[in-house]
């Protein structure tokens, strides 16, 4: 029997657990792999997310689904168990990124503006990923803050395809992931959290006219915004109350409560402010949906150092995930504390 889109997405965001951004590209995992000094050889990358996948404990208790990347989803570990059988024995969805990244959008702003795209043959990629086992999918649209940007065109654009990518999901029996990326990176000088507001709030606001009219049930998504906080070069930075405060409002304000939950991207974040971001938002309690994590690097960078590219450290990466994992389910909780 075909289990209901909405109660997966409810398991998804079951109270005190998130979900691990696995699901980096060949190129994306490269650069991480690059920053500890290891080659990013196919089996290295299966050894990486093998050692992720047994954390058993870790992933019992914090993890409710796993994104993957395609290479990940077929993969076998060294005793010959598939790396999907691996995290459903630890009690997590496994979950597979189907876009194909973002490119240039044509026009004038092509130089920074980008269009993700993925839906060609999406239907027919949506069975065959049913099929390997995923039960959940991710979309990123990628949304730049510069001087006099985003573009109307570049937000409706990917509004549009998240849609028609959310819609074929379901048709599909599986959770879509929206995500729609403001990102916080970039060098423009007017990037303070009240411009990422703006354009966050116009995002969200497009994006659920667009899933409205794909005819996308929202109990049966989940959405992955960013924070609404300052860009990484901005002087202005804000405390993480004023993060907390205007992200819930930014989100109360967009999001309908008939969407299950919300779990933020952590996007450059510190792994600590991201925890404690979304600690102060759980704790200030009154919120319509469950607010939690999918993190990628503030769930993986420790992990990712403490291994080193070496199968010695197996048990110390294990750890530093474990410990990430195990602050991040406080922070969905409301309970994390420095
Ligand atoms: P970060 O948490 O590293 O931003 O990654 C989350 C993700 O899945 C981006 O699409």
Redesign the pocket.
Known sequence: MTEKLEDIAQAMVAPGKGIL?A?ESTATIKKRFDSIGAASTEDLRRDYREMLFRSTDAMKNYVSGV?LYDETIRQKAKDGTTLVEIMKAAGAIPGIKVDTGAKPLAGPTSKIETVTEGLDGLRERLAEYYDLGARFA?W?AVITIADGLPSWGCIKANAHALARYAALCQEANIVPIV?P?VLMDGAHAGHDIDECYRVTEWTLRTVFRELYDARVSLEGMVLKPNMVIAGQKSAHQSSPEEVAEKTIRCLKSTVPSAVPGIAF????QSDELATKHLSLMNAAGNLPWALTF?????LQAAALKAWGGKSENVAAGQRAFAHRARMNSLAALGKWDD
């Open positions: 951004a699901d994104i991710k990123r995500e990326e991207l952590s996007g450059g999918s993190y990628g690097r503030a």
